[in-house]
């Protein structure tokens, strides 16, 4: 791939400062074709045990792969932009980059560098993925028009961005208790062009007013000893998806979806998740469903204590919908 670096013909934010340059690294990449799908971490970190993939050897491995990389593999601009936005790490005669970019629905995602060991870290994947075409999903099967949207958690703001550019005159909130991840969104809703998505800092949806016809979320859903913010859904792993189930049953508006994209540890058959979101959705106004994604995710997590009483891990879509409208 040969990279060249144009000036970025997104809206920079605050010429000079880290940000526009971020911008224009995502810029100039995308217009050099770069292309990265991320994968979960264990099978990230089982292609970087490769022998042959132990520094980066192109873009992809630097921006993708988070390969540590040394002279002559970026372009000399590529490198200066990465130092003015703060995400150039040197070490010797190797450098070694503090975000990746991820490609997604046309588009171009930042986020944090693998390994996503820090607290604020903002994860991109499989799961980023899968949401994102649930919400897509969700805005081409209304019958009315998307007026204003949320998406709780929001990470990257992929979900955000994939309503905003499927619903332009829509008022698209992403919302996240993480300053990095507001800043990502920020900064991806930028190289979108997708200038009707606003970021806000809201814990749920406390920070923000009124109903929504559309709220989404892929919340953590996992068990994490550690407690990462983008990774711990609390003690059973689903008790943030269940705070996201009572905050959309109160700002529905009439007509107004809620796509909950989540996991669950299935325990001697039983999915104590979806038996805890019937309990508050049965006798509500919201129609309601639930299907697994898929039944065997991140198996590697059963070896731990953590889920030592789990049989299988499972992503889940729910989706509730309000009367009326």
Same mark, same amino acid.
């Given at each position: !791939? /040969?990279?060249?670096?144009?000036?970025?013909?997104?809206?920079?934010?605050? &010429?000079?400062?880290?940000?526009?340059?971020?911008?224009?690294?995502?810029? $100039?990449?995308? /217009?050099?074709? #770069?292309?990265? /799908?991320?994968?979960? &971490?264990?099978?990230?970190?089982?292609?970087?045990?490769?022998?042959?993939?132990?520094?980066?050897?192109?873009?992809?491995?630097?921006?993708?792969?988070?390969?540590?990389?040394?002279?002559?593999?970026?372009?000399?601009?590529?490198?200066?932009? !990465?130092?003015?936005?703060?995400?150039?790490?040197?070490?010797? =005669?190797?450098?070694?980059?503090?975000?990746?970019?991820?490609?997604?629905?046309?588009?171009?995602?930042?986020?944090?560098?693998?390994?996503?060991?820090?607290?604020?870290?903002?994860?991109?994947?499989? =799961?980023?993925?899968?949401? +994102?075409?649930?919400?897509?999903?969700?805005?081409?099967?209304?019958?009315?028009?998307?007026?204003?949207?949320?998406?709780?958690?929001?990470?990257?703001? @992929?979900? @955000?961005?994939?309503?905003?550019?499927?619903?332009?005159?829509?008022?698209?909130?992403?919302?996240?208790?993480?300053?990095?991840?507001?800043?990502?969104?920020?900064?991806?809703?930028?190289?979108?062009?997708?200038?009707?998505?606003?970021?806000?800092?809201?814990?749920?949806?406390?920070?923000?007013?009124?109903?929504?016809?559309?709220?989404?979320?892929?919340?953590?859903?996992?068990?994490?000893?550690?407690?990462?913010?983008?990774?711990?859904?609390?003690?059973? *792993?689903?008790?943030?998806?269940? +705070?996201?189930?009572? @905050?959309?049953?109160?700002?529905?508006? &009439? *007509?107004?979806?809620?796509?909950?994209?989540?996991?669950?540890?299935?325990?001697?058959?039983?999915?104590?998740?979806?038996?805890?979101?019937?309990?508050?959705?049965?006798?509500?106004?919201?129609?309601?469903? #639930?299907?697994?994604?898929? &039944?065997?995710? #991140?198996?590697?997590?059963?070896?731990?204590?953590? #889920?030592?009483?789990?049989?299988?891990?499972?992503?889940?879509?729910?989706? $509730?919908?309000?009367?009326? *409208?």
């Amino acid at each position: !791939m /040969t990279i060249t670096a144009p000036k970025s013909t997104a809206p920079s934010p605050d &010429p000079g400062s880290a940000d526009a340059a971020l911008v224009e690294l995502g810029d $100039a990449l995308r /217009t050099a074709g #770069y292309h990265f /799908t991320t994968i979960t &971490p264990a099978t990230h970190e089982r292609v970087n045990r490769r022998p042959a993939s132990a520094q980066a050897a192109d873009p992809r491995g630097v921006f993708g792969w988070s390969r540590p990389f040394g002279p002559g593999v970026l372009p000399d601009r590529l490198v200066e932009l !990465m130092d003015a936005a703060g995400v150039l790490r040197r070490s010797g =005669d190797l450098c070694r980059s503090l975000v990746r970019f991820s490609s997604y629905d046309g588009e171009i995602f930042v986020h944090s560098a693998f390994p996503t060991t820090a607290p604020d870290s903002v994860f991109f994947g499989p =799961d980023t993925y899968r949401m +994102a075409d649930a919400a897509a999903a969700a805005v081409e099967a209304r019958d009315l028009p998307v007026r204003r949207a949320v998406d709780i958690g929001c990470g990257t703001g @992929a979900g @955000a961005i994939t309503i905003a550019k499927r619903a332009p005159d829509a008022e698209v909130l992403a919302v996240d208790i993480n300053p990095t991840a507001l800043r990502f969104a920020r900064l991806n809703a930028v190289l979108a062009g997708t200038s009707n998505v606003r970021a806000r800092h809201s814990d749920l949806l406390d920070g923000v007013d009124g109903d929504f016809d559309l709220i989404i979320s892929n919340p953590p859903f996992m068990i994490d000893p550690i407690g990462r913010t983008y990774r711990d859904g609390g003690p059973h *792993g689903h008790e943030l998806s269940l +705070a996201v189930v009572d @905050a959309a049953a109160r700002r529905l508006a &009439p *007509g107004g979806t809620l796509v909950l994209f989540s996991g669950t540890s299935v325990i001697d058959g039983r999915d104590p998740f979806r038996e805890a979101a019937e309990e508050r959705l049965d006798g509500t106004d919201l129609r309601w469903s #639930y299907r697994e994604v898929d &039944p065997d995710v #991140y198996s590697e997590e059963l070896d731990g204590p953590a #889920y030592a009483h789990a049989e299988r891990i499972a992503v889940v879509v729910l989706t $509730a919908t309000r009367d009326g *409208g």
